[in-house]
């Protein structure tokens, strides 16, 4: 089925004992779309027309810009995004701007700019991105239901970052039934605050090995313990 193509990324980035197997998969299909937008989509006319019409956003921008190649690809792309965005702004010059003032004294613009507004709060990227997000919350509750291995597994791990928890949580009612769905959600509760303990309790490791007399008596690896935590409250999610 269409909705379950990340059921063995899952069952590796699971295996991994990353913050959060869902970011995983996030970070991995981000670098593919990447390496698609500035690769062959340059060359799909549907995929032109889509990313001349909605562009990117900024944070995919940065993420395209310092990708390291394909910066003629990405010139050549955002050529012919402005085509678009010319075309908006030629039709807006057209209209001559009458500030108002309204009932309430608030001061409106006077000319209608929905159509740029549309177009610059779009991104053809994170359109792709939140598919692979919902894709992923969906598989994984699926593997929950039907693969009591997974379930063990699921307990076991690290559990997941912010955003993530709460699209499961979000996500469970629709593919669950209410039995199920509540002990889901307690089980994914108790998993997640055991992890959020762990997780202070490496930060305090952490910050023990700035003092030399704490440094000696704890002596374990804490080098991750900030990285992790922050990719937990980070999310990959846009
Ligand atoms: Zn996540
Ligand atoms: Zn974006």
Redesign the pocket.
Known sequence: MKEHIYTIPIREAMAENSP?P??KI?EKEERNLIEYTLGPSMMEPDSREESNKTGFCSYHLDKLLNFGSGKLSMALMLSTHFDEVLKDLGTLAKKTPHPVTGVLKKKSPGIDISSLEKRFSRCVMCKKMEKVSVNCVDTLIYMWKDQSDFRKEAEASRG??N??LVSLINHAPHKLNEEECRIFISKLLKIQAENANKDKENLLGFIDQFDYQKRQENSGDYSSALSDVVTRLQ???I
């Open positions: 959060c869902i970011c996030y997941f970052c955003k993530h999310g990959k999610e």
